[in-house]
């Protein structure tokens, strides 16, 4: 897998909103940007599922939206296949889109009162110009298990219920074959019911098609059946990369502990302390070149003023934290290989002069 | 939990809405105690009646609701027969007070917080301005919001802020039941977590109950001593949160546990209950989680099944199933040999 390019490279993208008042711009004033995503670097592979966790506020939907094309970054790159999309032409991001679809996270407002299954699933069909509608619908409704097809293809979506709308977001996300699927919280507008029911489907249909997917959620419970690994975003920068089993077992940056400790857990004998962690989140605006945690840190040092490298602290967690590291050796160790930080975890060659904690 | 009088009693209440297709029934038969000092969770899927039952409890029953049979007795009194005005007077904000769901817009944005307090106050008690603002500040100390900020607008907090200052209104007139309609549902999980850590403390006092309605059953086993599941207008099944936990009797209750993730279990198989709940019109006369069950025979389809204490339990557990037994067995027969089971997921690998 390391050795493959990677379908989708992120690389120091970053993306700042400027938000520049009339008045400001009449008195000549510079204002901070807000710093929405900040340097993420994050490969996805073929047939990858990589997850983005965080609270609201940490710029997981900015991320989707610069993947998606809608917003342009500010900074670094994004690579598809290897091409940049920032010397992407007309036809080139036509093509883009066409391989990278998004399904979004409520059923109930993405799709059109006024279509019918049908009129959804052929506007992108039209919109690409791609032939065999009927045939293309047909299967793509049996792939997402509403079946029989012809049951479904005439409803509009008040005839439907919360899982059969995902269902139909999810077949309008395929019908156009594509290789990257982009998932918004895709099952937390549903019932824990009907939760489970796209779960399977998503991992499943991932495992037939050999898709690539960036998920982004809050909700940590349920990445672990979908997520090979997952980012962990706090105020616009990851801060831990880890496999998702291992962190949520054993979780690195003191940010992913207070998130995972702060689960609740359906077992009323275990019991569970409440969080230590005070205060919310600030805004990502002027707040210096530090840890972004770092107001909210249990495990705050004098050093945590200054920008944490990412550290590869145990060969399976990547984690930015200076808990992990030796600070004598700091201004000659180099950082962390900038091809492994993006994703592949291969050989481990540079983790000699870390320090675990524990 | 003490033996004396319990704060709320529901009994075999039916609430139903007028609606054009005829009268829905949102709520049907239910019946459930609350003893004083008790946390309550109210725990069922969107549609099973949760909220319509939050909002009879304050009075705020849409227009189109009627509550069609059933006694809601509270301290011992009958209330399903108050007025508005009934409601306002004897019961509203110091008696029976609400969170709603931390949705952001719950108060006032162009008021001051402790101006909402105060007219809270004036409406219904008779304390000063100066007691209303003190007892209001002593309430930001127990909520953890620093006292000067009660003069501050809504604007001014965040989210988790904003709903531990609703938790300090909710708790302003001494009420003895506080309904709280998906309290952290808006919330983020760290939070959640401050805000549940307050409601803990309130628990520990002891001197207010509260129902808990909520679609996440983690947040009840974690914070309530007791519990009823609903689904689609009935109580599937209710008791304390150890006993429906150790021993579910419903298959719904069994089937909605197996549902849930658990991050302690990443690997473990996650349950799907097939279809959706159905809507009810007119008078339900059969099991409402019958398309759904496994475990349905023909009886189920014919009536409902009464809410009955289970025998295999000596403490108060009271199950709506006619299979109860049979299902109980069946499904945990399954669960030891996973080869078998037939609705579960493979999680990833």
Same mark, same amino acid.
């Given at each position: ?97 066409? %391989? ?20 959804? +699933? ?18 793509? &409704?049996?792939? *997402?298990?509403? %079946? ?83 980012? *962990? ?14 962190? &949520? ?78 600070? /004598? ?16 975890? !291969? ?12 | 939990?003490? /033996? ?37 969770? +109210? ?58 769901? !931390?949705?952001?817009? %719950?108060?006032?944005?162009? /008021? ?20 209303? +603002? ?85 947040? *009840? ?48 198989? +996650? ?11 007119? /008078? ?66």
């Amino acid at each position: 897998m390391t050795e493959n390019e990677p379908v989708l490279r992120l690389e120091k993208l970053q993306k700042y909103f400027q938000e520049e008042s009339f008045k400001d711009r009449l008195l000549g004033r510079e204002t901070e940007p807000v710093k929405a995503v900040d340097e993420v670097t994050i490969d996805l592979h073929e047939n990858e599922s990589i997850g983005v966790i965080g609270e609201s506020g940490c710029g997981k939907t900015t991320l989707l939206r610069t993947l998606m094309g809608l917003y342009e970054p500010t900074g670094g790159e994004m690579y598809y296949n290897g091409e940049p999309t920032s010397e992407f032409s007309r036809s080139e991001w036509q093509e883009y889109r066409r %391989n990278v679809q998004i399904i979004f996270q409520d059923p109930f407002n993405s799709l059109d009162p006024k279509f019918t299954v049908r009129d959804t +699933l052929k506007e992108p069909l039209q919109v690409h110009g791609l032939d065999n509608h009927d045939e293309r619908i047909h299967d793509v &409704l049996e792939e *997402v298990q509403l %079946n029989p097809p012809e049951q479904y293809i005439d409803r509009f979506p008040k005839q439907l219920s919360g899982g059969e709308k995902q269902r139909v977001s999810v077949a309008r996300a395929l019908i156009l074959e594509p290789e990257v699927i982009l998932a918004d919280e895709p099952v937390s507008m549903l019932d824990v019911s009907t939760q489970a029911s796209i779960l399977t489907l998503l991992s499943d249909l991932m495992e037939e098609r050999g898709l690539s997917m960036f998920y982004i959620s809050h909700d940590l419970s349920t990445v672990s059946y979908i997520c090979d690994e997952i980012n *962990v975003m706090y105020l616009g920068r990851v801060v831990e990369r880890s496999p998702t089993k291992k962190v &949520l077992k054993d979780p690195k940056h003191p940010y992913s502990k207070a998130l995972i400790d702060a689960i609740p857990v359906p077992d009323p004998h275990y019991d569970r302390e409440r969080t230590k962690i005070e205060g919310a989140a600030l805004d990502p605006v002027d707040l210096g070149s530090g840890c972004r945690f770092r107001d909210r840190c249990p495990d705050r040092m004098d050093i945590c003023e200054k920008k944490p490298r990412f550290v590869d602290v145990d060969g399976e967690s990547i984690a930015s934290c200076h808990l992990y590291y030796d600070h /004598e050796s700091d201004d000659t160790a180099a950082d962390i290989d900038e091809q492994r930080l993006a994703g592949g975890r !291969g050989s481990s060659t540079e983790a000699a002069d870390q320090v675990g904690d524990d | 939990m003490s /033996e004396s009088e319990p704060i709320l009693e529901l009994e075999d209440v039916t609430i139903q809405y007028r609606t054009e297709g005829g009268m829905l029934t949102a709520v049907s038969d239910a019946s459930f105690t609350i003893g004083q000092g008790e946390y309550f969770g +109210l725990v069922g899927e969107s549609g099973c009646g949760k909220s319509t039952i939050a909002k009879t409890l304050i009075g705020a029953l849409d227009d189109n609701g009627i509550i069609e049979s059933g006694k809601i007795r509270y301290k011992g009194e009958e209330i399903q027969d108050y007025t508005e005005a009934d409601f306002n007077e004897e019961l509203r904000w110091k008696e029976i007070s609400m969170i709603p769901q !931390g949705s952001m817009n %719950n108060l006032d944005p162009i /008021e001051k917080i402790s101006d909402q307090a105060i007219e809270i106050a004036q409406v219904h008690t008779d304390m000063t301005k100066s007691e209303a +603002l003190e007892r209001f500040e002593e309430l930001f100390d127990v909520v953890g919001i620093q006292k000067s900020r009660i003069d501050d607008y809504p604007h001014q907090f965040s989210g988790g802020m904003e709903q531990r200052a609703i938790i300090a209104l909710a708790l302003f007139l001494n009420p003895s039941l506080i309904i709280a309609d998906e309290p952290t549902t808006a919330l983020d999980v760290i939070m959640q977590d401050q805000v549940f850590k307050y409601l803990d403390e309130i628990r520990e006092e002891g001197e207010a109950s509260m129902v808990l309605i909520t679609h996440d059953i983690s947040l *009840v086993f974690e914070s309530c001593d007791d519990i009823a599941i609903m689904h689609s207008g009935q109580v599937a099944e209710t008791g304390e949160i150890e006993t429906i936990y150790d021993n579910p009797r419903h298959p719904y209750s069994f089937m909605l546990q197996g549902a849930f993730p658990d991050h302690r279990y990443p690997d473990r198989d +996650l349950e799907i209950i097939e279809g959706h709940p159905p809507e009810n019109m007119g /008078e339900v006369n059969r099991c409402t989680f019958v398309d759904r069950c496994p475990y349905a025979v023909e009886e189920c389809s014919e009536a409902a099944p009464e809410l009955e204490q289970h025998e295999g339990s000596d403490v108060e557990h009271r199950v709506a199933c006619f299979r109860s037994e049979d299902a109980h067995e069946e499904h945990y027969q399954n669960k030891e040999m996973p080869e078998s089971g037939t609705a579960e997921v493979e999680g990833d690998d």
